[in-house]
């Protein structure tokens, strides 16, 4: 990742924001409504971790058989994404409630997840959401030799078959927080010294870590092997078949919002200036899916609006429907793009399509 500082530009004269800010405030100050989220948040928070929590009960309090044991595991990994998608990226944004602890504390359900807050606030909120698709400054674009998601990153003879294994390596999202990810990304973050806010005190923080890293074995490992009649793999491999089942669900939806031939990944000039002001920038980054599915709305937590979601980040999802009719007009009327799939499918297709174009040889497409 490089440290070059990036400003966006601040000419913007036909006044797209200011015009679709006024309108998406007019719209709350009329409905007399608070931007943040509702009842429907907080009973989607109960059902999601209720699905989470009663499986991992049963294993527990019941003589479970294996085949039992297993797709209980499943469902807590589709719980888990949900958890992730509707009560923890709120609560980290700031959206979930008007009142900073509650916010904090739905936040801190990233923690299920085998996450941390400060790594996943410094990735999300503070380099995602403010250099969307840039290469070499958005984290989301990175995934080492593995995979190669942009036309600005090197191309590796094994990319030709991205396409057919990165699916399989989508699953290793949230088992790779647990075990390497988040030491890798805290001792890279505190050392460039990033922060969402005050800077934290680099022993508490590194402290909290440690401490939840061991809580998590002890609590999703040590504790079930210790307490049931299940086997010890049997126990490793729900535990892995949890995580797989989460990271492969946040995978694919993170990446149908920004890794498509129709979301824009521009880079700076030499001096670090980008092209648009940062509002257009995030129009023609981000791409929505699904928008009319009433349960990919409910399920993803909004996330299929992520045209929506990166303009008002602070704004809970609950909201998305109603304002993602006001940024399509607008940006309409003012001739910017409004990227959109209208249905999850089309948009997972097209999502490997760009992987399979992203892993041909370049020297190829340029003969």
Not at 173 to 188: E, K, P, V
Not at 243 to 261: C, E, P
Request: charge should be positive; proline fraction near 3%.
């Amino acid at each position: 990742m490089t440290k070059q500082t990036l400003t966006f530009s601040r000419i913007d004269s036909a006044k797209f924001f200011k015009t679709l800010n006024s309108r998406v405030n007019s719209y709350f100050k009329e409905n007399n409504i608070k931007r943040t989220g509702d009842w429907r948040i907080w009973l989607k928070t109960i059902i999601m971790f209720t699905l989470f929590v009663t499986p991992y009960v049963l294993i527990l309090t019941l003589d479970v058989p294996v085949w039992a044991h297993l797709l209980l595991t499943v469902l807590m990994g589709i719980a888990m994404a949900g958890i992730g998608m509707n009560v923890m990226h709120d609560g980290n944004h700031g959206a979930f409630s008007n009142k900073p602890w509650i916010n904090r504390l739905m936040g801190s359900s990233i923690y299920i997840l085998a996450g941390n807050v400060y790594n996943w606030q410094v990735q999300h909120n503070v380099l995602h959401h403010t250099y969307t698709n840039i290469h070499g400054h958005d984290e989301d674009l990175e995934a080492g030799r593995i995979l190669r998601f942009s036309k600005h990153s090197d191309w590796q003879k094994h990319h030709k078959f991205q396409h057919y294994y990165s699916v399989l390596l989508y699953g290793l999202l949230t088992i790779n927080w647990a075990i390497t990810t988040d030491f890798q990304q805290m001792r890279r973050y505190m050392k460039r010294k990033l922060s969402y806010g005050k800077f934290p005190n680099p022993f508490v923080n590194w402290s909290k870590l440690v401490i939840s890293k061991i809580l998590y074995v002890a609590i999703w490992i040590v504790i079930p092997i210790t307490f049931t009649d299940l086997s010890w793999w049997a126990i490793l491999l729900g535990f892995f078949i949890m995580h797989y089942v989460a990271g492969l669900i946040l995978s694919v939806v993170f990446q149908l919002a920004h890794v498509m031939d129709e979301a824009e990944m521009p880079l700076p000039s030499e001096d670090g200036k980008m092209k648009n002001t940062w509002a257009i920038h995030q129009l023609k980054t981000t791409v929505n899916f699904g928008a009319k599915s009433k349960i990919i709305n409910w399920y993803t937590g909004g996330l299929n609006h992520q045209v929506e979601h990166h303009i008002f980040p602070n704004i809970s999802h609950v909201h998305y429907n109603k304002i993602g009719e006001i940024v399509k007009k607008t940006a309409q009327e003012f001739n910017l793009p409004y990227n959109e799939y209208k249905t999850t499918r089309k948009a997972i297709i097209a999502h490997f399509s760009h992987l399979k174009q992203m892993g041909t040889n370049p020297a190829l497409q340029q003969a």
